[in-house]
């Protein structure tokens, strides 16, 4: 069986950092693409970060130069460390794998920037 599992959400204010992990377990992890959506209240789900072809990471515009993604293959574990955090941050995160055909997505883990 198949799982991802996001952790390390919370309450955090305003310019202040997070780091989300997301394990994944039930996959061959290291030959899977896999990137973070977030999803904020009453919007579409939208692209974060994503490491591809194994070493390149993409960025969304919104988050360059705050956000920084990794991956340990030997942990079958991804990271998202948030730095500067701003209110527009606050979502629900979701790590997400990806392999041809196959797809999986964790239950996602809160992420919510306020004073």
């Known amino acids: 069986q198949v799982q991802l599992v996001e952790s390390g959400g919370g309450l955090v204010q305003p310019g202040g950092s997070l780091r989300l992990s997301c394990v994944a377990s039930?996959?061959?992890?290291?030959?899977?693409?896999i990137t973070w959506y977030r999803q904020a209240p009453g919007k579409q789900r939208e692209l974060v970060a994503g490491?591809?072809?194994?070493?390149?990471?993409n960025y969304a515009d919104s988050v360059k130069g705050r956000f920084t993604m990794s991956r340990d293959n030997a942990k079958n574990t991804v990271y998202l460390q948030m730095n500067s955090l701003r209110p527009e941050d606050t979502a629900v995160y979701y790590c997400?794998?990806?392999?041809?055909?196959?797809?999986?997505w964790g239950q996602g883990t809160q992420v919510t920037v306020s004073s």
């Open positions: 997400h794998a990806e392999k041809g055909l196959n797809s999986y």
């Open positions: 039930g996959i061959f992890f290291s030959i899977y693409e």
């Open positions: 490491i591809i072809s194994g070493s390149t990471t």
